[in-house]
């Protein structure tokens, strides 16, 4: 028995996570042609999805991370948002795909879209991989969405339940959170 398999029911599997990303990719590849884009990740839970969604870009693109807290270490956000790793590169003039693993009250996102819209790129458009629409609290623009989920606690692919459960290679609900 696998380590998560008592605590951990898979929602979306490894199979359809690929296919999507697969698909994203592909339409971003289109939306961006002849444009040099750069995909700003957010740590630490995009990570998979953005190494993904690089991968299945066919174009030249640039890699940024930023990270961002709004979570104590637990299940719910404290509606505080905070830069904990910015970006290393001027960000004026290009165009950006900020990548993010989930949507769920929108808060978190708002703030990196203004801090990013603040330093001038040429474009900037969201890309998530899930979006819990049952959670917002801020409407933001999702110009890439991989899947919209009902109002579950999930982990895998990236999401983490205090640090673990990152390099599960689906996305599943915990049913002891």
């Known amino acids: 028995m696998a380590f998560y398999e008592r605590d951990i029911d898979v929602m979306i599997d490894e199979a359809a996570l690929q296919a999507r990303v697969r698909e994203l990719g592909a339409q971003i590849t289109r939306d961006y042609a002849g444009r040099e884009l750069t995909l700003v990740g957010v740590l630490k839970g995009s990570i998979f999805f953005l190494s993904d969604l690089a991968r299945a870009i066919d174009l030249p693109v640039r890699i940024e991370l930023m990270g961002v807290s709004s979570y104590l270490g637990g299940n719910e956000t404290t509606g505080e948002v905070r830069i904990t790793h910015d970006v290393s590169t ?69 999401l983490d339940y205090k640090e673990e459960y990152r390099n599960l290679p689906f996305v599943g609900v915990m049913n002891k959170v």
Do not use: W
């Open 90 to 158: 001027p960000m004026a003039g290009r165009h950006l795909l900020l990548v993010e693993d989930i949507v769920d009250s929108g808060l978190t996102l708002q703030f990196l879209l203004d801090n990013l819209s603040a330093r001038q790129p040429a474009s900037l458009r969201v890309c998530v991989l899930l979006e819990k629409p049952a959670r917002t609290k801020c409407k933001v623009t999702i110009d890439y969405r991989g899947f919209v989920i009902e109002d579950r606690f999930v982990v895998g692919y990236g």
